[in-house]
């Protein structure tokens, strides 16, 4: 397995993840499916960023899509992880994770912030971000919806 930018040929494999993952409303796969476009339509930006791990076939078995944030020095934002509900437990996500803080730490980075919602089916995302040393820097009630909070994950880099 490696991790590699994303390439033309990986966009249907990851509409199909985002729609196999049944807590990602049709709302937040148009959003997720929008960064990709952008990527794919200019490699000029510098917005946004995806790369895949891809198994021995170069098939895609999760991406992660994150990029600088706007009007700060050294802060990054992660937009994006998902992984195949097939290799889930696999360790895929660990180390998209470990990708992303190697590539920011080489950008002279110095903070990765990632915004999650409270409700059960992210969880195993909350759990990922805990392990990997980010903390809970807020969390706005209701947010999304009654019941339903944003958390903002922040992991200082140095």
């Known amino acids: 397995m490696e991790i590699r930018s994303l390439v033309p040929k990986d966009r249907m494999k990851l509409h199909s993840m985002l ?6 409303t049709s709302e937040e796969i148009d959003v997720a499916m929008e960064l990709i476009d952008i990527v794919l339509k200019n490699r000029n930006q510098k917005d ?7 198994d ?5 078995l999760g991406y992660i899509c ?5 009007m700060t020095e050294g802060t990054f934002d992660l937009y994006w992880i998902v992984v195949d509900l097939r290799f889930e437990g696999h360790g895929i996500g660990s180390r ?4 992303l803080e190697e590539t920011v730490r080489k950008r002279r980075g ?8 409270s409700i059960s ?18 969390r706005v009630l209701d947010y999304y919806c009654p019941g339903n909070d944003r958390i903002t994950f922040c992991k200082r880099l140095f």
């Open 19 to 24: 729609i196999h993952i049944h807590h990602f």
């Open 48 to 54: 946004y960023q995806v790369h895949c791990m891809v």
């Open 56 to 60: 021995d076939q170069d098939e895609p």
């Open 66 to 70: 994150y990029g600088p944030t706007p």
């Open 96 to 99: 998209l994770m470990d990708f």
């Open 110 to 117: 110095r903070m990765i912030l990632v915004d999650t919602s």
């Open 121 to 138: 089916p992210y969880k195993r995302a909350q759990n990922l971000y805990l392990q990997k040393g980010f903390q809970e820097a807020a």
